[in-house]
């Protein structure tokens, strides 16, 4: 007699008994939103690089500085000379002297750059920088709504291939039992009993493989939310099969090249450095400065001798200073030079990365139109094929009872309607998800479009 298999604690959850709270799609993406470490690093990283624009326009402003300082030496000399004597009035001589004296001195200088190329096109170029980084932003944002439609319905493809994987296993343990019944009356061959137990062990370990990808697909969205999640709400069963509209792939390439943010960022990257380029060539140009001081420099000290101690100070006004100063560069050792060369190869690497970046997303964008159009005829023809299974394991295991057909071709069809419905499953998410990768690449993806789908949750 075959012992009733008694399903794991988690398949019953699974199958059965209902989570603590039910998710949709946009739930998902919310609490996405909120504590994806990905997006917030990203984020970061554009308020990060905005900072270079203020940093590079604060060197056109005028640069103010205050010093305070404070000096003490002390010296001596062994050589005679003549000193004014303060009480007499007259030079007397000294045969040596140590000296010790002090000086406080306190200013302030404003320095502004009247022609400076490089400081100009530093500045252009760390615009084209931030603007890079919004875009790179913006797609990371787009890249987190692809995301949580994935995670969310890979867990709705493992779940029901857990439970077609469980109903295989329901009906190829009938057939075993039947098998071995009809064995015990002598109507079937125990090669019968064998083949039916060799399919239904192999049902067994698909159930625990299928649970397993279960856990492993709800542990991506704990992940994503750092939630553990709720019951997933499925896709209903009469989803609209629409093309893409404007349906012309040519129209797709077109939105993309022009609103893809990766393609924005790329081109972005190679307008910086094509400023890069203008700032090391500038090393070569005059610079023009000007400059305005107002400092005070007291000094006082004592003056050691054989006549006796003097005592000196002094105590001057403030005085002011202005100025212009031009630098005009001759020779730097090669340095500007290697900095030109420099940038130009980093200039090529962005133009070639602009490129790359071109590419790939006019291919992808192709791919997706076609994948999206060839999804709904594969949504029809998958939903057919298992309509035609099951009729094909109903009249097979009708004819297996009455003799015209063996327990291999009951097993076969059995098989065959598990594959057909798990192809069932897998063609309406690859739909869903070839839609919105067809939008991110078009760079139009957007929350509402999620929102979307989520009303086809049931």
Same mark, same amino acid.
């Given at each position: 007699?075959?012992?009733?298999?008694?399903?794991?604690?988690?398949?019953?959850?699974?199958?059965?008994?209902?989570?603590?709270?039910?998710?949709?799609?946009?739930?998902?993406?919310?609490?996405?939103?909120?504590?994806?470490?990905?997006?917030?690093?990203?984020?970061?990283?554009?308020?990060?690089?905005?900072?270079?624009?203020?940093?590079?326009?604060?060197?056109?402003?005028?640069?103010?500085?205050?010093?305070?300082?404070?000096?003490?030496?002390?010296?001596?000399?062994?050589?005679?000379?003549?000193?004014?004597?303060?009480?007499?009035?007259?030079?007397?001589?000294?045969?040596?002297?140590?000296?010790?004296?002090?000086?406080?001195?306190?200013?302030?200088?404003?320095?502004?750059?009247?022609?400076?190329?490089?400081? #100009?096109?530093?500045?252009?170029?760390?615009?084209?920088?931030?603007?890079?980084?919004?875009?790179?932003?913006? !797609?990371?944002?787009?890249?987190?709504?692809?995301?949580?439609?994935?995670?969310?319905?890979?867990?709705?493809?493992?779940?029901?291939?857990?439970?077609?994987?469980?109903?295989?296993?329901?009906?190829?343990?009938?057939?075993?039992?039947?098998?071995?019944?009809?064995?015990?009356?002598?109507?079937?061959?125990?090669?019968?009993?064998?083949? !039916?137990?060799? %399919?239904?062990?192999?049902?067994?370990?698909?159930?625990?493989?299928?649970?397993?990808?279960?856990?492993?697909?709800?542990?991506?969205?704990?992940?994503?939310?750092?939630?553990?999640?709720?019951?997933?709400?499925?896709?209903?069963?009469?989803?609209?099969?629409?093309?893409?509209?404007?349906?012309?792939?040519?129209?797709?390439?077109?939105?993309?090249?022009?609103?893809?943010?990766?393609?924005?960022?790329?081109?972005?990257?190679?307008?910086?450095?094509? !400023?890069?380029?203008?700032?090391?060539?500038?090393?070569?140009?005059?610079?023009?400065?000007?400059?305005?001081?107002?400092?005070?420099?007291?000094? #006082?000290?004592?003056?050691?001798?054989?006549?006796?101690?003097?005592?000196?100070?002094?105590?001057?006004?403030?005085?002011?200073?202005?100025?212009?100063?031009?630098?005009?560069?001759?020779?730097?050792?090669?340095?500007?030079?290697?900095?030109?060369?420099?940038?130009?190869?980093?200039?090529?690497?962005?133009?070639?990365?602009?490129?790359?970046?071109?590419?790939?997303?006019?291919?992808?964008?192709?791919?997706?139109?076609?994948?999206?159009?060839?999804?709904?005829?594969?949504?029809?023809?998958?939903?057919?094929?298992?309509?035609?299974?099951?009729?094909?394991?109903?009249?097979?295991? !009708?004819?297996?009872?009455?003799?015209?057909?063996?327990?291999?071709?009951?097993?076969?069809?059995?098989?065959?309607?598990?594959?057909? %419905?798990?192809?069932?499953?897998?063609?309406?998410?690859?739909?869903?998800?070839?839609?919105?990768?067809?939008?991110?690449?078009?760079?139009?993806?957007?929350?509402?479009?999620?929102?979307?789908?989520?009303?086809?949750?049931?």
């Amino acid at each position: 007699m075959m012992r009733t298999r008694c399903l794991p604690l988690a398949l019953i959850m699974a199958l059965g008994a209902p989570m603590a709270h039910a998710d949709d799609l946009i739930q998902i993406y919310q609490e996405a939103r909120a504590s994806d470490p990905t997006l917030a690093g990203a984020e970061a990283t554009k308020l990060a690089t905005d900072e270079n624009v203020d940093q590079a326009r604060s060197q056109l402003l005028p640069q103010i500085a205050a010093a305070l300082s404070f000096t003490r030496s002390h010296g001596g000399s062994n050589s005679p000379s003549f000193i004014g004597d303060p009480s007499s009035g007259g030079n007397e001589l000294v045969l040596g002297s140590t000296s010790t004296a002090y000086t406080r001195s306190l200013g302030a200088t404003l320095d502004q750059s009247l022609v400076d190329v490089s400081k #100009w096109t530093a500045l252009k170029s760390s615009e084209f920088t931030a603007q890079a980084g919004s875009a790179t932003y913006d !797609a990371a944002q787009q890249q987190l709504l692809v995301n949580t439609a994935q995670t969310y319905f890979n867990v709705l493809t493992a779940l029901d291939a857990l439970k077609f994987a469980d109903a295989n296993e329901k009906a190829l343990n009938r057939q075993l039992e039947q098998a071995q019944q009809r064995f015990e009356v002598g109507l079937a061959a125990i090669t019968d009993v064998n083949d !039916a137990k060799a %399919q239904h062990d192999a049902a067994v370990a698909n159930v625990i493989s299928a649970q397993n990808n279960v856990d492993t697909a709800r542990e991506t969205v704990r992940q994503l939310t750092n939630k553990e999640p709720g019951e997933f709400k499925k896709l209903r069963e009469d989803l609209p099969l629409d093309h893409p509209t404007p349906d012309d792939p040519k129209q797709w390439v077109d939105l993309a090249l022009r609103q893809n943010p990766v393609l924005t960022s790329s081109s972005l990257n190679v307008d910086a450095a094509n !400023a890069n380029v203008n700032t090391a060539r500038a090393g070569h140009l005059p610079v023009l400065n000007a400059n305005l001081g107002y400092s005070r420099a007291p000094t #006082w000290g004592d003056t050691n001798t054989n006549l006796g101690n003097f005592h000196d100070s002094s105590d001057p006004k403030w005085g002011s200073s202005i100025g212009v100063t031009l630098s005009v560069p001759i020779f730097s050792g090669g340095f500007v030079q290697s900095r030109v060369r420099q940038a130009i190869y980093q200039r090529d690497f962005a133009q070639d990365q602009y490129e790359l970046n071109r590419r790939q997303i006019e291919a992808a964008t192709r791919n997706n139109f076609r994948s999206v159009i060839a999804g709904a005829s594969e949504v029809e023809a998958t939903k057919a094929a298992v309509v035609s299974a099951q009729s094909s394991v109903e009249a097979t295991q !009708a004819g297996y009872e009455v003799g015209t057909r063996t327990i291999v071709d009951v097993l076969i069809s059995q098989q065959t309607l598990l594959q057909a %419905q798990s192809s069932y499953s897998q063609a309406r998410h690859a739909f869903v998800m070839d839609g919105l990768l067809l939008k991110q690449a078009a760079g139009v993806i957007e929350v509402k479009d999620l929102q979307l789908i989520n009303a086809l949750l049931e």
